[in-house]
């Protein structure tokens, strides 16, 4: 068997080495044993099932001495967090993780050496299932590596996300943070407020495209997520190694809460939002308004165990507390000067509240506006500025600008391209993105977290809608923010066209390299940029 190179094995991400070996390599078969360490269970037991169900092999539990794959974890193997080492010869195949999540690591890039049909649900019963010889020692670079999922303004059914959850963790992705909350829709149930839900889930029509005047589609549009499907979504995404970052967007963004509890705003009771955009209205500043939000945080962070709590912070627009009794009063009070510092003011009493239990506030780069609270970690949007003034002033950040990171924006020039908004966004281009700004020095760029791509849904009101935008620019920027050493798009375009194999095999209805199959498009419907 001739010898294998790491390209020839078409991982993605790269890792940081992978040699291949001079021996033929292991076949599993019907006698295959599998063994772990207990620190490992539950990576074997998710390969026993993934592998089982693709290939149609026992793939039994052995002990040490007669298992053919073994699992386990090392802290002290000089990995670093969340590496491992994965070596395949014809005696078997050995994964040493420094952690848990770098032993599941290391089993995704054994799936990957497998035929691409190792990700299909059911076996086809042709061809061997033959692991090439290889050592590979691997680790990320980032340790965020996060995708934002709008599902406010389109949802997506609980089985959809935990599909989604599959993906990211299949690109070694650890982050999913859901924007949960905006002003066409609340998703998730407050048991407290049940109106939340009862009212402020759905709306009576959604704007189609960006044309104007606005069309609408004459459809209600809405869902919402139970409690106990909001911990079925981070049970399941925490065996993948994926920690769930919830977002609840305030003060802005807030039209469908104050729908359904007037008192929370300052202009009565309004509609839940069918229009995309920004909006006037916003939520009060009242002591009441405060409560009834700490409330709501409680009740998120019995369901949401992540450090980090999101509560947005973007896009406020300040007119309502400009003409606002009780806002100028707050100002006058707090001795604020102005209405950027009453926001500041604002995220402040909550950051208060999350820190005291233990929790650390993400907000986009507007929270630095009027000053930011103490320990927030500010997710870097509108270009890199924000992340670079954050790093400096000592906060952590998390990169996404808009430019490099936010797969809504188009895929070609193409007349083609189905919803055209926002600037021009390739596969290529969120490949190269470097996540660390240039004028950062070392110790200002240690803030920097890690990076994160966004996908907003004004226009994405389908999954398949949702795998033609993301893929294949997710598998671009999971290399982005795991892989170290130079990028170049030209090596990487054959491994990324082996790799679209396996999406194939997995059922991902991905945007083709040349552009979109005729089903793809959407003829008629006007996007902006």
């Known amino acids: ?136 020692t691997d680790a990320p670079r980032f340790a965020w590596r996060g995708v934002m999922l709008d599902v406010a303004r389109h949802f997506q059914p609980k089985r959809e996300i935990l599909r989604f959850i599959d993906l990211l963790a299949m690109h070694k992705l650890n982050v999913l943070h859901l924007h949960l909350t905006d002003d066409q829709g609340w998703r998730v149930e407050i048991r407290r407020y049940p109106r939340l839900t009862e009212d402020a889930s759905w709306r009576t029509e959604s704007q189609l495209g960006s044309s104007r005047p606005p069309v609408f589609d004459g459809r209600p549009h809405g869902g919402f997520y139970t409690q106990d499907d909001i911990r079925e979504i981070v049970s399941y995404a925490k065996a993948r190694h994926v920690t769930v970052v919830p977002e609840i967007d305030v003060p802005g963004h807030s039209q469908a809460a104050i729908h359904a509890y007037p008192e929370l705003g300052e202009s009565g009771r309004i509609p839940v939002g069918t229009r995309w955009g920004i909006f006037e209205d916003v939520l009060a500043v009242t002591d009441e308004v405060l ?57 402040r009493r909550l950051n208060d509240h999350l820190t005291a239990r233990g929790r650390r506030l993400v907000g986009w780069d507007e929270i630095l506006e009027g000053g930011p609270a103490p320990g927030v970690t500010v997710m870097s949007w509108r270009g890199e500025e924000g992340g670079i003034a954050a790093a400096r002033a000592g906060h952590d950040v998390v990169m996404s600008p808009t430019r490099t990171s936010y797969l809504d924006y188009k895929q070609s020039d193409s007349e083609h391209e189905p919803v055209k908004v926002g600037t021009l966004l390739r596969t290529e281009d969120v490949y190269l993105a470097e996540p660390v700004p240039a004028a950062l020095t070392e110790e200002e760029a240690a803030h920097v977290l890690g990076a994160q791509v966004n996908v907003w849904t004004e226009h994405i009101d389908t999954p398949r809608r949702l795998d033609y935008m993301v893929f294949p620019r997710l598998s671009a920027f999971a290399e982005q923010v795991w892989s170290t050493g130079e990028r170049d798009y030209a090596e990487f375009e054959p491994r990324l066209r082996r790799h679209l194999e396996r999406l194939d095999a997995a059922g991902v209805e991905y945007r083709p390299l040349d552009g979109p199959r005729p089903w793809q498009t959407r003829p008629g419907v006007v996007g902006w940029g």
């Open 1 to 136: 068997m001739p010898h294998d190179s790491p390209s020839s094995h078409s991982l993605v991400p790269r890792p940081v080495t992978a040699d291949g070996g001079s021996t033929g390599g292991l076949t599993l078969t019907a006698a295959t044993r599998v063994s772990s360490d207990p620190a490992a269970r539950g990576t074997l037991m998710w390969l026993q099932r993934e592998l089982g169900a693709a290939t149609g092999l026992p793939l039994a539990t052995g002990d040490e001495a007669d298992a053919r794959i073994r699992l386990s974890v090392d802290a002290g193997a000089g990995l670093g967090d969340e590496g491992y080492r994965l070596i395949v010869d014809d005696e078997g195949a050995i994964i040493v993780g420094n952690d848990p999540a770098g032993v599941f690591y290391g089993a995704q890039t054994l799936r990957q050496l497998l035929p691409a049909d190792a990700y299909r649900d059911a076996p086809l019963g042709n061809g061997a299932w033959t692991l090439p010889s290889v050592s590979v």
């Open 291 to 347: 409560e009834f939000y700490r409330n709501v945080f409680d009740e998120l962070m019995e369901l949401f165990p992540s450090a980090y709590i999101h509560v947005g912070g973007d896009e406020c627009p300040t007119a309502q507390w400009k003409k606002s009794e009780s806002a100028q009063r707050r100002i006058e009070e707090e001795g604020l000067a102005d209405e950027d510092e009453l926001q500041s003011w604002f995220v």
